[in-house]
């Protein structure tokens, strides 16, 4: 009987991070364009306020995660995979809404409080696995990831074309319908006896810092991640905002970005006519 619940849970589990990561890729494409819009700037300046919305991100899920991590503890799994599946879904919404920059941050905020939906997931497979499944179900970890980061850019590309805010309606949609396929589908993994109280000792970064510290097998397994992590996503903005920023051309056998021109180009990349004319 058990054997029988363990397969679609570690199903819907790994659909569940496909379609979380496929979110994340979906806007992608389009997150340095909505920056510049809002804030009426060439997205050649929009970095830094994406790295803002990044480290928005970042530390309230840093301080929020230990909590969450904790919760389900105490009140099971699945109820902290659903909520965290609503409220990407309501920070998505927030994106494709967004008047202003600000509202990013709100997004952003509240992607961080209840973003630990793939931590959660981690917590869900390492309980309904066996010692013979264990390492296969945690490899549809780095499975979804994968193929999360190739299908969802492709889609946010795609759907970019019809309208800047087109990704961030198609990201929420993707996190409702893992939302309604979870409520109806997904087993609590977590049995009553096995569940512990919250303590906040261990409910806040420094106490999780401390297990850390305690445990240096899994420190140097925790600085590995974060070193994988930082590199990727340093490597991804950057290529993102690079993309759309700086353009080569080739002339006489040299490279130039449209902002060497000088008179010939403004910030936005925009030839003087003009001046190529007189080039030429």
């Known amino acids: ?5 363990r397969k679609p849970a570690v199903g819907f589990i790994f659909i569940t991070l496909l379609l979380d990561v496929m979110g994340w890729g979906i806007i992608i494409p389009v ?17 830094p306020y994406g790295a803002w919305l990044i480290s ?32 990407f879904a309501v920070d998505y919404m927030f994106l494709a809404f967004a008047p202003t ?15 630990a939906s793939i931590t959660t997931a981690s917590a869900y497979i390492a309980d309904v696995s066996t010692p013979e499944t264990r390492a296969k179900n945690f490899g549809l970890i780095g499975a979804a990831f994968g193929l999360g980061f190739i299908i969802g ?50 409910a806040n970064p420094l106490g999780a810092m401390r297990v850390l510290i305690k445990h240096p097998e899994i420190g140097g397994l925790a600085l590995s991640f974060f070193l994988i992590y930082g590199g990727a996503i340093r ?42 004319s007189q080039a030429g």
């Open 153 to 202: 850019p492709t889609i946010g590309g795609l759907l970019g074309e019809i309208s800047t805010r087109a990704p961030f309606y198609g990201a929420a949609i993707l996190c409702m319908l893992n939302f309604l396929y979870g409520y109806f589908v997904l087993p609590e993994s977590l049995p009553k006896d096995k569940r512990r109280k919250f303590e906040w000792k261990r």
């Open 1 to 5: 009987m058990m054997e029988q619940k």
């Open 31 to 47: 997150m340095p364009k909505l920056i510049a819009s809002l804030k009426h700037i060439p997205v050649a300046d929009a970095s």
């Open 101 to 115: 920059y600000s509202w990013l941050f709100v997004g952003r905020v509240i992607a961080g409080v209840t973003g």
């Open 56 to 87: 928005a991100y970042a530390i309230t899920q840093f301080v929020c995660a230990p909590i969450v991590g904790n919760l389900s503890d105490k009140f099971g799994r699945r109820p902290v995979i659903l909520i965290s599946l609503f409220g």
């Open 235 to 276: 490597s991804e903005q950057l290529e993102l905002f690079y993309d759309r920023s700086v353009r080569l051309e080739a002339t006489n056998g040299r490279y130039f970005t449209r902002r060497d021109r000088g008179a010939g180009g403004d910030r936005t990349g925009r030839t003087d006519p003009d001046h190529q």
